[in-house]
Antibody, heavy 121, light 110 residues
Framework: EVQLLESGGGLVQPGGSLRLSCSAS????????MTWVRQAPGKGLEWVAV????????YYADSAKGRFTISRDNSKNTLYLQMNNLKAEDTAVYYC??????????????WGQGTLVTVSS | QSALTQPASVSGSPGQSITVSCTGS?????????VSWYQHHPGKAPKLMIY???NRPSGVSNRFSGSKSGNTASLTISGLQAEDEADYYC??????????FGGGTKLTVL
Protein backbone atom coordinates (compact mmCIF):
# COMPACT_ATOMS: atom_id res chain seq x y z
CA GLU A 1 0.00 0.00 0.00
CA VAL A 2 1.30 3.44 -0.96
CA GLN A 3 2.39 5.48 2.03
CA LEU A 4 2.87 9.25 2.08
CA LEU A 5 4.05 10.97 5.25
CA GLU A 6 4.38 14.74 5.47
CA SER A 7 6.60 16.51 7.96
CA GLY A 8 8.16 19.89 8.60
CA GLY A 9 5.10 21.89 9.54
CA GLY A 10 5.04 24.22 12.51
CA LEU A 11 4.75 27.80 13.68
CA VAL A 12 6.66 30.43 11.71
CA GLN A 13 6.61 34.21 11.77
CA PRO A 14 5.40 36.26 8.82
CA GLY A 15 8.23 36.67 6.34
CA GLY A 16 9.86 33.47 7.51
CA SER A 17 10.64 30.26 5.66
CA LEU A 18 9.78 26.62 6.09
CA ARG A 19 10.54 23.43 4.16
CA LEU A 20 7.98 20.66 4.09
CA SER A 21 8.90 17.08 3.28
CA CYS A 22 6.82 14.16 2.08
CA SER A 23 8.34 10.72 2.45
CA ALA A 24 6.94 8.15 0.02
CA SER A 25 7.05 4.37 0.07
CA UNK A 26 5.62 1.27 -1.57
CA UNK A 27 5.72 2.57 -5.13
CA UNK A 28 8.33 3.54 -7.72
CA UNK A 29 8.57 7.17 -6.68
CA UNK A 30 10.43 8.46 -9.73
CA UNK A 31 7.70 7.24 -12.09
CA UNK A 32 5.00 9.52 -10.76
CA UNK A 33 4.26 13.20 -10.54
CA MET A 34 3.72 14.53 -7.02
CA THR A 35 1.71 17.46 -5.82
CA TRP A 36 1.06 19.69 -2.81
CA VAL A 37 -2.47 20.78 -1.91
CA ARG A 38 -3.39 22.88 1.12
CA GLN A 39 -6.47 23.59 3.19
CA ALA A 40 -6.71 26.76 5.24
CA PRO A 41 -8.75 26.57 8.47
CA GLY A 42 -12.43 26.42 7.64
CA LYS A 43 -11.75 26.66 3.91
CA GLY A 44 -11.65 24.31 0.95
CA LEU A 45 -8.81 22.56 -0.81
CA GLU A 46 -6.38 24.67 -2.81
CA TRP A 47 -3.86 23.22 -5.23
CA VAL A 48 -0.33 24.59 -4.69
CA ALA A 49 2.15 22.95 -7.07
CA VAL A 50 3.00 19.78 -9.00
CA UNK A 51 6.29 18.25 -10.14
CA UNK A 52 6.89 15.56 -12.75
CA UNK A 53 8.48 12.24 -11.90
CA UNK A 54 11.89 13.31 -13.16
CA UNK A 55 11.63 16.70 -11.51
CA UNK A 56 12.16 18.48 -14.83
CA UNK A 57 8.67 19.97 -15.04
CA UNK A 58 6.87 22.02 -12.42
CA TYR A 59 3.66 24.01 -12.29
CA TYR A 60 2.49 26.42 -9.61
CA ALA A 61 -0.67 28.13 -8.48
CA ASP A 62 -0.49 31.91 -8.71
CA SER A 63 -0.50 32.10 -4.90
CA ALA A 64 2.72 30.05 -4.80
CA LYS A 65 4.65 31.49 -7.74
CA GLY A 66 7.81 33.30 -6.72
CA ARG A 67 7.61 32.24 -3.06
CA PHE A 68 7.30 28.45 -3.06
CA THR A 69 9.53 25.88 -4.75
CA ILE A 70 8.53 22.27 -5.27
CA SER A 71 11.33 19.76 -5.66
CA ARG A 72 12.07 16.09 -5.19
CA ASP A 73 14.93 13.76 -4.41
CA ASN A 74 14.19 10.49 -6.15
CA SER A 75 17.14 8.79 -4.47
CA LYS A 76 15.45 9.46 -1.13
CA ASN A 77 11.82 8.98 -2.28
CA THR A 78 11.08 12.40 -0.88
CA LEU A 79 9.10 15.40 -2.09
CA TYR A 80 9.75 18.90 -0.80
CA LEU A 81 8.04 22.26 -0.66
CA GLN A 82 10.29 25.21 0.17
CA MET A 83 8.14 28.10 1.35
CA ASN A 84 9.65 31.58 1.64
CA ASN A 85 8.27 34.96 2.62
CA LEU A 86 5.37 33.28 4.37
CA LYS A 87 2.17 35.20 4.98
CA ALA A 88 -0.69 34.69 7.40
CA GLU A 89 -2.84 33.47 4.54
CA ASP A 90 -0.44 30.56 4.00
CA THR A 91 -1.66 29.08 7.28
CA ALA A 92 -3.08 25.70 6.32
CA VAL A 93 -2.77 21.95 6.45
CA TYR A 94 -0.48 20.96 3.59
CA TYR A 95 -1.09 17.61 1.92
CA CYS A 96 1.16 15.78 -0.50
CA UNK A 97 -0.40 13.42 -3.00
CA UNK A 98 0.69 11.09 -5.77
CA UNK A 99 -0.07 12.15 -9.32
CA UNK A 100 0.00 10.39 -12.65
CA UNK A 101 2.91 9.29 -14.81
CA UNK A 102 1.92 11.94 -17.36
CA UNK A 103 -0.78 14.62 -17.68
CA UNK A 104 0.44 15.91 -14.34
CA UNK A 105 -2.37 18.42 -13.81
CA UNK A 106 -5.09 15.87 -13.34
CA UNK A 107 -6.16 13.64 -10.49
CA UNK A 108 -4.18 12.82 -7.37
CA UNK A 109 -4.33 9.62 -5.34
CA UNK A 110 -3.52 8.74 -2.66
CA TRP A 111 -2.93 11.61 -0.26
CA GLY A 112 -0.98 11.92 2.94
CA GLN A 113 -2.45 12.90 6.31
CA GLY A 114 -1.12 16.45 6.08
CA THR A 115 1.12 18.73 8.11
CA LEU A 116 -0.03 21.98 9.70
CA VAL A 117 1.73 25.24 8.92
CA THR A 118 0.84 28.24 11.08
CA VAL A 119 2.12 31.67 10.11
CA SER A 120 1.76 34.05 13.01
CA SER A 121 3.73 36.49 15.09
CA GLN B 1 -8.83 31.91 -12.37
CA SER B 2 -11.57 31.47 -9.80
CA ALA B 3 -12.38 28.31 -7.91
CA LEU B 4 -15.05 26.06 -9.35
CA THR B 5 -18.55 26.64 -7.96
CA GLN B 6 -20.18 24.00 -5.76
CA PRO B 7 -23.20 24.24 -3.46
CA ALA B 8 -22.13 24.74 0.13
CA SER B 9 -24.26 21.89 1.38
CA VAL B 10 -26.55 19.08 0.32
CA SER B 11 -28.46 16.55 2.38
CA GLY B 12 -30.36 13.33 1.96
CA SER B 13 -31.81 10.45 3.91
CA PRO B 14 -30.29 6.97 3.97
CA GLY B 15 -31.09 5.11 0.78
CA GLN B 16 -31.79 8.24 -1.22
CA SER B 17 -29.69 9.71 -4.03
CA ILE B 18 -28.06 13.12 -4.09
CA THR B 19 -26.21 15.08 -6.74
CA VAL B 20 -23.45 17.63 -6.21
CA SER B 21 -22.80 20.08 -9.02
CA CYS B 22 -19.52 21.70 -9.98
CA THR B 23 -19.66 24.64 -12.36
CA GLY B 24 -16.69 26.11 -14.16
CA SER B 25 -16.08 27.49 -17.62
CA UNK B 26 -14.99 26.44 -21.08
CA UNK B 27 -11.40 26.97 -19.93
CA UNK B 28 -11.62 24.24 -17.35
CA UNK B 29 -14.55 21.90 -16.70
CA UNK B 30 -16.12 22.41 -20.10
CA UNK B 31 -12.94 22.23 -22.10
CA UNK B 32 -11.35 19.04 -20.81
CA UNK B 33 -12.32 15.65 -19.48
CA UNK B 34 -10.03 16.10 -16.51
CA VAL B 35 -12.62 16.48 -13.77
CA SER B 36 -12.15 14.55 -10.55
CA TRP B 37 -14.01 14.30 -7.25
CA TYR B 38 -12.63 13.83 -3.75
CA GLN B 39 -14.25 12.77 -0.48
CA HIS B 40 -12.81 14.37 2.64
CA HIS B 41 -13.64 13.38 6.16
CA PRO B 42 -12.26 16.16 8.40
CA GLY B 43 -8.96 15.21 9.96
CA LYS B 44 -8.32 12.48 7.42
CA ALA B 45 -6.63 12.29 4.03
CA PRO B 46 -8.83 13.24 1.07
CA LYS B 47 -9.82 10.26 -1.09
CA LEU B 48 -10.23 10.15 -4.87
CA MET B 49 -13.74 9.00 -5.77
CA ILE B 50 -14.05 9.83 -9.48
CA TYR B 51 -11.45 10.70 -12.11
CA UNK B 52 -11.62 11.82 -15.73
CA UNK B 53 -15.28 12.85 -15.29
CA UNK B 54 -16.83 9.45 -14.80
CA ASN B 55 -14.26 6.81 -13.90
CA ARG B 56 -14.16 5.11 -10.51
CA PRO B 57 -10.86 4.04 -8.97
CA SER B 58 -10.59 0.46 -7.85
CA GLY B 59 -12.24 -0.01 -4.48
CA VAL B 60 -14.69 2.89 -4.75
CA SER B 61 -18.31 1.84 -4.45
CA ASN B 62 -20.41 1.85 -7.63
CA ARG B 63 -22.88 4.00 -5.70
CA PHE B 64 -20.65 6.90 -6.74
CA SER B 65 -20.89 8.14 -10.31
CA GLY B 66 -19.78 11.21 -12.24
CA SER B 67 -20.92 13.02 -15.35
CA LYS B 68 -20.49 16.28 -17.20
CA SER B 69 -22.66 18.53 -19.35
CA GLY B 70 -21.16 21.67 -20.78
CA ASN B 71 -19.35 23.60 -18.09
CA THR B 72 -20.95 21.69 -15.21
CA ALA B 73 -19.80 18.38 -13.76
CA SER B 74 -21.85 16.33 -11.33
CA LEU B 75 -21.24 13.72 -8.66
CA THR B 76 -24.15 11.45 -7.83
CA ILE B 77 -24.27 9.23 -4.77
CA SER B 78 -27.02 6.65 -4.76
CA GLY B 79 -28.22 4.56 -1.83
CA LEU B 80 -26.90 7.09 0.68
CA GLN B 81 -25.20 5.62 3.71
CA ALA B 82 -24.19 7.24 6.98
CA GLU B 83 -20.50 6.87 6.15
CA ASP B 84 -20.98 9.00 3.02
CA GLU B 85 -21.33 12.06 5.25
CA ALA B 86 -18.25 14.13 4.39
CA ASP B 87 -17.04 17.09 2.39
CA TYR B 88 -16.83 16.62 -1.38
CA TYR B 89 -14.59 18.57 -3.71
CA CYS B 90 -14.44 18.68 -7.47
CA UNK B 91 -11.29 19.60 -9.33
CA UNK B 92 -10.38 20.27 -12.93
CA UNK B 93 -7.43 20.99 -15.14
CA UNK B 94 -7.51 24.57 -16.39
CA UNK B 95 -6.05 25.97 -19.60
CA UNK B 96 -3.52 28.14 -17.79
CA UNK B 97 -1.78 24.93 -16.64
CA UNK B 98 -3.17 24.89 -13.16
CA UNK B 99 -5.54 22.71 -11.16
CA UNK B 100 -8.71 24.28 -9.83
CA PHE B 101 -10.72 22.96 -6.90
CA GLY B 102 -14.30 23.71 -6.07
CA GLY B 103 -15.18 25.35 -2.79
CA GLY B 104 -16.43 22.07 -1.37
CA THR B 105 -19.86 20.67 -0.54
CA LYS B 106 -20.79 19.36 2.88
CA LEU B 107 -22.98 16.29 2.60
CA THR B 108 -25.25 15.59 5.54
CA VAL B 109 -26.97 12.22 5.80
CA LEU B 110 -30.16 12.87 7.74
Amino acid sequence: EVQLLESGGGLVQPGGSLRLSCSASEFTFSNYAMTWVRQAPGKGLEWVAVISGSGATTYYADSAKGRFTISRDNSKNTLYLQMNNLKAEDTAVYYCAQGKRSAYLNWFDPWGQGTLVTVSS
Amino acid sequence: QSALTQPASVSGSPGQSITVSCTGSSSDVGGYNYVSWYQHHPGKAPKLMIYDVSNRPSGVSNRFSGSKSGNTASLTISGLQAEDEADYYCSSYASTDIVLFGGGTKLTVL
